[in-house]
């Protein structure tokens, strides 16, 4: 896992992903939300979860969805796979 170092101190370049890439986020407009983008397969999810979860909740639902989007597909177990979790501060 990348620390805060590595990305305020590092090269200033995030490092290149390989396989399959998803990046999650839970976040907080009108009330919580999860989101999953898949980038190598093209694929947004996003989920109303209403205004009483936190931030944390929407941020384990949009990894959770993220997982059970992968199995989903089918691919085979060694497919190489990176979630990027993004959260904002």
Aim: glycine share 10%.
């Amino acid at each position: 896992m990348l620390t805060r170092e590595h990305w305020t101190k590092g090269t200033g370049t995030p490092p290149v992903f390989k396989g399959l890439v998803f990046f999650t986020d839970g976040f907080m407009m009108e009330g919580f939300e999860a989101g999953v983008y898949g980038q190598s397969v093209r694929r947004r999810l996003n989920f109303s979860l209403g205004r009483y979860a936190t931030v944390f909740w929407a941020e384990i639902f949009a990894v959770l969805s993220c997982v059970y989007e992968i199995q989903y597909q089918g691919r085979p177990k060694s497919t190489c796979v990176s979630v990027v979790i993004v959260r904002r501060l």
